[in-house]
């Protein structure tokens, strides 16, 4: 004990000593700190913050607050021995008072920070709402806290009250709103966005002008994430949803019905009245007698003349959107409580539109896909037992056929047009 006191006093003797000794003193103490606390905090953590259902909690939460933590013990224990080290020079007290101050600080916006980024994962995790992100509020949280940290770090720099600082950040309150223009407008359209609901993570979103459609698999302050049907993701300003034209398909989703609004076209001139031999034609089509006669009101189609069609207005096409319609109906894959239409368009050079609108009982896309394609593609297969003939420009077979003799083209099957 007699030579480490003899080696005190010379060190404390010796002022080209004194200094260095003191801090590396310094030194040591917060090394030693930070390593014990690396290896404590994490049971106090444990304990402290996550002791109601400590058993669900994971262990990273534990040690990403540990780690966060752990940078303040160092700092205070090195500010509070300064207090014993009166013969360190003055200015190199307020050098490491300073530099204490800035550290502290630091450390406190990043350990909000990692709150902020907690507190997000597990709502994310454990909300009801698994659709509905708070990761802007997040980001504004900790945005805040950096710029609280800044006022305090120039307050601590140039020795001045941080009332002071932030009364003349006044003056540049300009310039700031000029640097923040684009965080203060994606701020503004992620809490239109996040509290009307107009757009949650899961949704189905097409945006036309930017030749996007996927789905929202995450909101934050600046950008939204969409990942493609192609599995690409694309990053649009959050800003853009409060000025561009997008269309939310979730609420399709919701409602459990995905619509069709299709149309075929028909040549015009096949449009004619019934007659008999179109009668024996359509009735080969089990349902269609039970159509006629709710168009006849219950007369026998056998007995009526030509001419009675006629002066009814009875066409064939009338006929087979009648039968359409009922042959729709009787589908399980359309819902029979929503529109069932099948109505004819406005006439255009590419023939007549036949509209077919209804819904499906499945909104997954393959399944819808498959019910749109085989409604179709019976349409098209059974036009000819209405005597009606679907419109399309002329092909090459089509003009390869009237440049053959007519003997030879009477062989060759029939084009689409006539």
Not at 210 to 236: F, K, P, Y
Not at 258 to 272: A, E, G, K, P, V
Not at 332 to 358: F, H
């Amino acid at each position: 004990m007699n030579y480490l006191s003899d080696i005190q006093k010379f060190i404390e003797g010796n002022s080209l000593l004194s200094t260095p000794f003191s801090l590396l003193l310094l030194v040591i103490a917060g090394l030693v700190t930070h390593l014990i606390c690396k290896f404590l905090l994490v049971k106090v953590v444990r304990k402290v913050f996550f002791s109601a259902h400590k058993n669900q909690v994971p262990l990273d939460k534990d040690v990403r607050l540990s780690e966060k933590l752990s940078n303040f013990i160092p700092v205070i224990t090195v500010y509070y021995l300064l207090q014993f080290m009166p013969d360190l020079p003055e200015h190199l007290q307020i050098a490491i008072k300073t530099i204490c101050g800035i550290l502290f600080f630091i450390y406190l916006s990043l350990f909000f920070t990692e709150v902020l980024e907690i507190v997000n994962n597990s709502y994310s995790r454990k909300s009801k709402r698994k659709n509905h992100s708070i990761k802007g509020y997040i980001q504004v949280g900790k945005i805040l806290v950096h710029i609280i940290s800044a006022i305090m770090i120039l307050a601590i720099m140039s020795n001045k009250s941080p009332v002071i600082i932030i009364s003349s950040l006044g003056a540049v309150a300009a310039v700031l709103m000029l640097v923040f223009q684009h965080t203060l407008l994606s701020l503004v359209a992620n809490i239109q966005v996040s509290s009307n609901d107009v757009l949650q993570l899961g949704d189905w979103i097409e945006m036309p002008d930017n030749g996007l459609s996927g789905e929202v698999i995450d909101i934050a302050l600046h950008t939204i994430t969409i990942r493609n049907w192609d599995n690409t993701l694309s990053r649009i300003p959050t800003k853009n949803f409060l000025t561009e034209t997008y269309t939310n398909w979730q609420a399709m989703f919701t409602s459990g019905a995905r619509r069709i609004m299709r149309s075929f076209h028909l040549d015009q001139t096949s449009i004619r009245f019934v007659d008999q031999e179109m009668v024996q034609q359509m009735s080969q089509v089990r349902g269609v007698n039970e159509q006629l006669s709710a168009l006849m009101d219950g007369r026998d189609s056998s007995v009526v003349g030509d001419r009675w069609f006629a002066e009814n207005g009875m066409t064939n096409l009338t006929v087979f959107r009648k039968y359409l319609t009922a042959w729709l109906a009787q589908r399980d894959d359309i819902k029979k409580d929503m529109y069932l239409v099948v109505r004819a368009m406005k006439p255009s050079p590419e023939g007549l539109p036949v509209e077919v609108y209804c819904f499906t009982s499945s909104v997954l896309w393959v399944d819808y896909e498959n019910s749109q394609s085989a409604i179709f593609e019976y349409i098209y297969a059974i036009l000819p037992q209405f005597s009606l003939r679907t419109y399309q420009h002329p092909s090459g077979h089509d003009f390869w056929r009237l440049s053959q003799p007519r003997s030879q083209s009477m062989h060759s099957p029939e084009g689409t047009n006539e």
